[in-house]
């Protein structure tokens, strides 16, 4: 069964834009469409495969063989998780700017393999023996090659995901009426690839790190890699290339737009008018907004030499730019919910009932996977159900716009924070009920699966927001940084995560003792900490809702 929106036999003709891998034109029936997203976004699944083998699992590392406590623990994973996702800013640039994002997956892919490599060889030096009475004390040389591997991997996905997903989406024509539907449906798909990925590293890998060896836990992911790379590469005669037709960069056009505004500020707004009527190219509402910009259509001493000022076309792509600041800034306490499951949920789960039958453990971090089964489940649901009915009424390609989509998210994202707090109240009268309250390492005699509701609600979040934010970074930004536009949809999270680890510290440090993160979690609060997080998600969503209403989208129709 294909996605909705595979492209319907066509007249075979020239697709404008792009070229194939030798720089020749190329016919829309032998390249780009399904054919090619196939291949990326099998590599995409190998790749979150490999990801998620490393960070699911990677508290319970800092926290067992590292020796580290719940609250550094913590903070090192949101620093991690944040330099990964902010890393896509650069990887982008150099895609967009100089390599092109077929060659900067290629690089980054080869890094990748080689990061995970020697984090394997990391967990291949033997450490001291530890137990409760005695803390881990690995040797420094250990923690040394451990760090500088873990953050390769963070370098390395930094140019990989932005290039993959916006590769990917280039494969559609989006002035062909079918295959502007394929690309909408593209991210639906798309989304459910990435977790298809997750699903099978919580399922295999933790259970393996936990039980087996960390050493092999790493290892699969680094040979899943290079075998990624195989399959990408494989799709090259296929995949469609976007054609350079203007020599100067991106950043340097609309870089230049900001800075000769500036210098203009003392414009008077009866010169801007008038430039504005005579370039007569400003024709939709959004030309309206963050007018201060059109002073780069001027130059300070009047005159029109060329190179002295920015055109109007220069102009709209800034303030396209500019246009995304709020939504992005609003989106921000989403991202610091979002960076919980895989932190303080897997810790909660770590003090369960995890048992099935008397023999098996099911590994705290592997509920994860709930996340993403709940994905794999409702994305087909949303794609092939949902959008079709709404799309019969609104008109438009992917149903609801892309700003409600994110906006529901955020609204569920504040339920499942709620029922996590509620959960949590329920494990720590559990503790007090049983004698446990002063036992770190006992299991409260509650199911682990009481669990699960928060982490449904935070795949159904994602079903809304996480794939709605991808397509409207893509969507939003001038076509020569479409890999910019999707790494700053990654950045999100990754100040997110810093976000959230400051946070962690501020309530460590604010509430000492048998505070709300306390490495012993019966005598903490982390129901607290998750009202706090619901308090301050509302907050953002009323924000959130008062810039949404007020965005100008670059078509009419999305």
């Known amino acids: 069964m294909e996605p909705t929106g595979v492209e319907t036999p066509l007249l075979d003709g020239v697709v404008d834009g792009v070229v194939d891998y030798k720089g020749r034109q190329v016919i829309r029936s032998k390249s780009g469409g399904w054919r090619s997203a196939y291949f990326i976004i099998g590599v995409e699944v190998a790749e979150r495969f490999a990801y998620y083998g490393i960070s699911s699992n990677l508290i319970t590392y800092l926290t067992g063989p590292l020796g580290q406590s719940t609250a550094t623990a913590a903070e090192n994973v949101n620093a991690w998780s944040g330099t990964a996702s902010l890393l896509p800013l650069f990887g982008a640039f150099v895609a967009d700017a100089f390599l092109g994002r077929y060659r ?73 009426p079918e295959e502007c539907k394929a690309k909408s449906s593209f991210f639906n798909w798309w989304y459910l690839g990435v977790c298809g990925g997750p699903i099978m590293a919580l399922a295999v890998l933790n259970y393996i790190q936990d039980n087996l060896s960390w050493a092999l836990g790493f290892g699969i992911p680094c040979i899943v890699m290079g075998l990624a790379l195989v399959i990408f590469s494989a799709g090259t005669v296929t995949y469609r290339f976007e054609e350079k037709v203007n020599e100067k960069s991106p950043f340097v056009r609309i870089g230049q737009v900001f800075v000769r505004a500036f210098k203009n500020r003392k414009t008077s707004p009866s010169s801007i008018s008038m430039e504005e009527e005579a370039s007569g190219t400003l024709p939709h509402q959004g030309s309206k907004q963050f007018r201060f910009l059109n002073k780069a259509l001027l130059s300070p001493d009047g005159s029109k030499e060329d190179g002295k000022v920015c055109s109007p076309s220069e102009v709209e792509e800034a303030k396209a730019v500019l246009r995304l600041v709020p939504i992005w800034a609003s989106c921000l306490v989403f991202a610091i919910v979002f960076a919980q499951f895989s932190t303080l949920f897997t810790k909660q789960g770590v003090t369960m009932d995890r048992s099935i039958g008397s023999n098996f453990e099911i590994p705290a971090a592997t509920f994860q996977s709930f996340i993403s089964i709940t994905v794999v489940i409702l994305v087909p649901i949303y794609d092939r159900i949902m959008v079709p009915i709404v799309r019969s009424y609104t008109k438009k390609p992917s149903g609801i716009t892309m700003l409600q989509r994110i906006g529901t998210g955020m609204f569920i994202s504040i339920l499942s924070m709620v029922v996590s707090a509620l959960v949590e109240i329920k494990r720590l009268q559990t503790a007090e009920k049983y004698g446990l309250v002063d036992d770190p390492n006992a299991i409260i005699p509650m199911k682990a699966w009481w669990l699960v509701p928060q982490y449904l609600l935070t795949g159904i979040s994602d079903v809304f927001t996480m794939i709605g934010l991808q397509e409207f970074f893509y969507d939003q930004v001038p076509s020569e940084l479409k890999s910019i536009g999707l790494a700053l949809y990654l950045s999100i999270f990754g100040v997110g995560s810093f976000l959230s680890s400051f946070l962690i510290s501020v309530v460590e440090k604010t509430t000492r003792g048998d505070g709300w993160i306390a490495d012993n979690l019966n005598r903490g609060h982390l129901d607290y900490f998750y009202w706090l997080l619901a308090g301050i998600s509302t907050v953002a969503f009323v924000i959130y809702v008062y810039f949404a209403k007020s965005y100008v989208y670059n078509r009419a129709n999305t």
Do not use: E, R, W
């Open 104 to 176: 900067t997956i290629i690089i980054a892919s080869s890094l990748y393999i080689l990061a995970l490599g020697l984090l394997t060889v990391s967990a291949l030096i033997p450490t001291s023996d530890c137990d409760n009475a005695t803390p881990c004390s690995p040797p420094q040389f250990q923690l040394y090659l451990f760090f500088v591997s873990l953050y390769l991997v963070a370098f390395a996905q930094g140019g990989h995901k932005p290039c993959v997903q916006a590769f990917g989406a280039d494969q559609f024509d989006s002035n062909n």
